[in-house]
Each structure stands twice: as structure tokens, then as C-alpha cells.
């Protein structure tokens, strides 16, 4: 019986460390690339509005925002507005991170200038929670973005109504949390009047419920 126990334990054991071990992996393969606090690395490109490709090749997002993708309403503004802030710049890396997919970020500085701040107060990215010894600056700056109706917040990306085609009206919203969950409003619908259009996030107007079903979005029960 003891030995069974032991072997056992000593099993439970190995997967424990087996499973630390991987962990550890997947960190420094996420931030190994990076330099230490406070030293600079040459900036090689920019993928997007919250990602760089530092020396080495080595990918980092920045942290406490999401910039529009690409394909996007805003994402080309977005991409513009770091490559003017970083290419042929050294940047310091700080409080560097994993993300959910294991993919480092980090605070990006030029020089003084926090390059993550930059993004958020123009509004060209979303502020995302996060914890940090800026977190409550960042997250005001995003507020206030909002507010005067900066970057994605403008009317370019961030629609009451549709003034590019005022005859396509259904609304096409994505959850926040579950981009598979689409919905569709159309006029005299309960939510219709409070529902905006952030085609920043891939939202879109649709002139028809079979164009909003064909593109995946289901009408919301509260029609």
C-alpha cells in the first residue's frame, strides 16, 4: 500500500513540475527576446496600431489598449500614428508581460515618452484594464478620448447612424467578450435608439436581415 502511495505522489509530482515547466517556456520564449528594464532596443517595424517588431525580430504589444485591426475602421490611423512615434527609434521596454495567448507586452517608452499613453489619448486605441503604475492615467485618457469623440470614437468608426448609406439601417453588434456572439437591431427594436455601430471593433450596417444573417448575425430577441 505505501508503495502504491508513493508512486502515486511521486507521479502527481512529476506532472506538477512537468506543467511549471512549460509554463516557464512559454514565458521566456514570450519575453526572452526583450531586453532588460530600462535598456533600449532598436525598433525594426510595425505590424499594427499596438504591435512592434523590435531587433531580433522579436514581437511586443503594447500594454492597457487594443488598436483597431487593419482591415478596420481606424486600424490604418492607428498603424500611421505608432510608426511615426517609433520607426528608426530605440524604445525602452518596461513592465514587460504576458498576455492570455502568451504573447509579450510591455509599457514602450521614447525616451520619456510613454508611446502606450500616445495611442490611448488620441484614441486610435482602446484603453484595456490592466494593472500597472499607470493604469488610472492611462484609463482616464481613454475616457476623455471617448468623451470629446477622438480616434474610433469620431464619426468615422463610431456610428449612431448610418450617413454613408442612411437606406442600410439594421445594426450588426459583436459581443465585447465573445466575437462569436453577433446580433443584429433593426429599427423599433428595444435596444435600436441605444445600440452605436463601432466599426472599429468589425461592426457593421446592413440593408437587409438576409445580408445580416448571411454575414453571421442573428436578431436579437428583443425585436
Known sequence: MKKKNFLKNKFGLGWVVLGVSLLLNVYYVGVGGLPKHDESIAVEGVIDGDTLVLD????????????????????????????????????IIRDKILDQRGRAMALVYVGKDLVNRHLIETGWGRYHSDTSEVADELKALG???????????????YQWENSENPKCVIKGNIAPNNSSERIYHMPGCVQYKTTVVEKDRGEEWFCSEAEAKKAGYVKSKRC
Do not use: S, T, Y
Open 143 to 157: 475616457l476623455e478620448a471617448k468623451e470629446k469623440g477622438l480616434g474610433v470614437f469620431g464619426p468615422k468608426c
Open 56 to 91: 531580433g525580430k522579436v514581437r511586443l504589444r503594447l500594454r492597457h489598449l487594443d488598436a483597431p485591426e487593419l482591415e478596420f475602421c481606424g486600424g490604418e490611423e492607428a498603424k500611421k500614428l505608432l510608426e511615426e512615434l517609433v520607426i528608426g527609434k530605440r524604445v
